[in-house]
């Protein structure tokens, strides 16, 4: 594999309103973050819940709380649930409601479907979790579609089942790059089947101000990372290898998961290489600051923490 090629296409790849160097700040704040104490989680669900039924989506005056360690499970009426992660206070709501059920009567533009959307985060106050100095902005609109055939392979019409908006957190103006920040699926008859708020609460501290690298030189410890997964092989890989290599600069969120004491800038790449009959793609994210303020995950790498056997449920945030 070429590395130049593998950097020069990561830097075309930046996003458009990071394509050119003077979109990117000198410098930037080293934010601190709040460790949420067992109150504060307590505080953080009830508001969540309140939002919800205040909305009109969900009674929640018969929620029942249990403690899963890392996080905490409400159950709601008619089969809904909420859940609370403990390490980085995200939430999230399901409404229970069946896959194909209450679908859309027809296709809508997307126009239609992003101003419903809109109208609905109004109702739910989501704004409203961006906390102090930070902002909400739509990002992305999916479009959830069923379609089938019959034995005769007569194909039906397709069917718009969900849509789901989603909204990018951004603090002084830079986007905190991660799992959608914000995001909300509605049903066909208006109901919310689903919303996740994915936004670490500030402590309204800045700990440094550090000079951010160039995208050449962020590029390139990517690269080298990126070599460094793959091996050093025998045979050079060949310079069509790269299917695709984008790159972003914004805050790091660590995931839902885990505990995280700072916003720290960062460079993420995703790159897919494809060669032959295989294909494989990576999340890739470097320090865009000289000195590394915060460990940076490898992406991919880390399992999803499963319970043990016979573990039974506690009451939650007695």
């Given at each position: ?96 409601l069946a896959p194909f059920a ?137 310079a069509d290898v790269i299917d ?70 506690k009451p939650a945030l007695a």
């Amino acid at each position: 594999m070429n590395e130049q090629r593998m950097i020069d296409c990561l830097i075309r790849g930046m996003t458009p309103t990071q394509a050119s160097a003077g979109a990117l700040p000198a410098r930037a704040d080293i934010v601190a973050l709040r460790r949420l104490t067992r109150d504060e989680t307590r505080t953080r669900i009830n508001r969540f819940l309140n939002t919800i039924e205040e909305s009109g989506t969900c009674p929640t005056d018969r929620a029942h709380v249990l403690d899963r360690g890392d996080r905490s499970l409400v159950h709601l009426p008619q089969g809904a649930r909420a859940t609370v992660h403990h390490g980085s206070g995200a939430l999230e709501y399901r409404s229970g409601l069946a896959p194909f059920a209450a679908p859309f009567e027809r296709l809508e533009q997307s126009a239609v479907l992003v101003r419903r959307l809109g109208e609905a985060a109004e109702r739910l106050k989501l704004p409203s979790w961006s906390e102090q100095g930070g902002s909400l902005a739509f990002e992305r609109l999916w479009q959830t579609k069923a379609q089938g055939a019959d034995r005769e392979e007569r194909v039906s019409q397709p069917l718009l089942v969900r849509a789901t908006g989603a909204w990018r957190h951004a603090v002084a103006g830079i986007p905190v790059l991660g799992a959608a920040s914000v995001a909300l699926t509605l049903a066909g008859d208006g109901r919310v089947d689903g919303l996740s708020v994915n936004v670490r609460p500030l402590l309204g501290e800045v700990l440094d101000t550090a000079p951010i690298i160039g995208q050449e030189q962020a590029a390139r410890q990517i690269v080298e990372r990126l070599i460094g997964l793959l091996g050093r092989a025998r045979e050079p890989l060949p310079a069509d290898v790269i299917d695709h290599a984008l790159m972003q600069f914004g805050y790091l969120d660590t995931g839902r998961r885990k505990s995280q004491r700072l916003l720290a800038p960062a460079f993420v790449a995703r790159i897919a290489l494809r060669h032959k009959q295989e294909r494989q793609a990576y999340v890739i994210a470097v320090h865009a600051t000289p000195r590394p303020y915060m460990e940076l995950p490898l992406y991919g790498l880390d399992a999803a923490p499963a319970p043990a056997r016979g573990e039974h449920c506690k009451p939650a945030l007695a």
